[in-house]
């Protein structure tokens, strides 16, 4: 009887573990002569960022993507950090990495509450006074095998970051409690959600549910990292996505590497300031990129704005289009909207 064959043992290749064995560098005793590995020069030493693996030197604006700030903690540069693998997403995994209800598909499905509003609507007076103007519905790609594109393209770059999707602001032990987010802590007030844009902003919760998104889609440029672009012609003041994350005070934040947290409240008591911080659960609003605002051709790039607003008490901050946006056009706005505190003169 011949004995059971054994089997063989499968062995790792070594640039599987070298990619995550730990490492150790040893420190030069002189730093002087460091020099960028992409253009060659030493100049502006306090802009060369040192690698904690391989100790080579980067300028941070002749790094791609760009990054705009000295990191804090350690730093890896793109040859060891390496290249996260970009996951395809199946249909089916795409309704269950954003838990999509499954619904029917017809047009009247996402009709806006304006349009509802216009079919009720009886003559009346015309009464004249200022217009307010209302947020609009974003709306969907008519083409289904396109939203699915346009999702997973999302998943994806969410996977890449080791995110979890989500379109809620998120309370978590050791954070800030929902209790501290009160809108009446705004320094000179916070403007409160109409009835109206209200219903819009239902409107559109409702229709991301049913996986009829935006019609947004991530792609990854490499001068300026993951970006997002205009699918479809999006109308100005149209409300295009809330911003999401975990909410914590601003005090826990300040030595924070995160470059997309957005502030929520501003409080004049500075330990009651709460910020957004989308680096670990989020939406597509993670991927959209600021402008130069030292810059006229940057101004002239923004498109779209974030805009707090007060609903039932509570703060929320909102990206709105500031003007009729062209298909295939990238979104920008303004990262110093509220503040003027974040480094933007090395943005493209």
């Known amino acids: 009887m011949l004995p059971s064959s054994v089997p063989r043992k499968r062995y790792k290749k070594i640039e599987e573990i070298l990619a995550v064995a730990k490492y150790a560098v040893v420190e030069r005793a002189d730093y002087s002569d460091v020099s ?33 700030r000295v990191p804090i903690g350690s730093w890896l540069c793109p040859s060891c950090c390496g ?6 997403f199946s249909q089916k995994k795409i309704f269950d990495f954003f838990r999509i209800q499954k619904c029917s598909d017809a047009m009247d499905s996402y009709l ?13 007076p015309p009464v004249f006074q200022k217009k307010r103007r209302r947020l609009l519905p974003f709306i969907p790609h008519e083409d289904h095998a396109q939203r699915l594109k346009e999702m ?17 602001l998120h309370y978590l032990p050791g954070l800030a409690p929902r209790s501290a987010n009160q809108a ?13 844009d209200m219903e819009t902003l ?9 996986g009829m998104c935006p019609p947004l889609i991530v792609r990854f440029d490499p001068c300026e990292g993951f970006t997002v672009e205009a699918d479809a012609p999006i109308k100005d003041m149209t409300l295009i996505t809330e911003y999401a994350g975990d909410v914590d005070f601003l005090e826990n934040r300040k030595t924070d590497d995160c ?47 974030c805009v707090r607003y007060d609903v039932n008490g509570e703060c929320r901050v909102f990206l709105v289009a500031t003007r009729d946006i062209a ?17 933007t003169h090395n943005f493209i």
């Open 36 to 68: 960028c590995e992409e253009c060659g020069s030493g100049d502006r030493p306090d802009e060369l960022l040192l690698c904690d693996k391989c100790d080579k030197g980067f300028h941070m604006n002749c790094l791609r993507p760009i990054v705009v």
């Open 83 to 88: 290249q996260r693998r970009v996951r395809r």
């Open 112 to 124: 806006s509450p304006q349009d509802s509003r216009k079919r009720r609507r009886r003559w009346a």
């Open 152 to 168: 997973s393209s999302l998943a994806s770059a969410l996977t890449a970051l080791q995110m979890e999707f989500s379109d809620d």
């Open 184 to 196: 009446k802590f705004e320094i000179g007030g916070m403007q409160v959600l109409s009835k109206e």
């Open 202 to 210: 239902e409107h559109c919760r409702a229709m991301c549910k049913r």
């Open 259 to 305: 470059d997309s947290i957005m502030t929520l409240l501003l409080a004049s008591d500075l330990s009651k300031c709460l910020v957004i911080c989308p680096d670990k659960r989020g939406n597509i609003a993670r991927f959209v990129n600021g402008i130069n605002n030292h810059t006229i051709e940057g101004k002239k790039k923004q498109n779209c704005k």
């Open 327 to 343: 298909k295939g056009e990238k979104l920008y706005y303004d990262y110093n909207g509220y503040e003027h505190a974040y480094p």
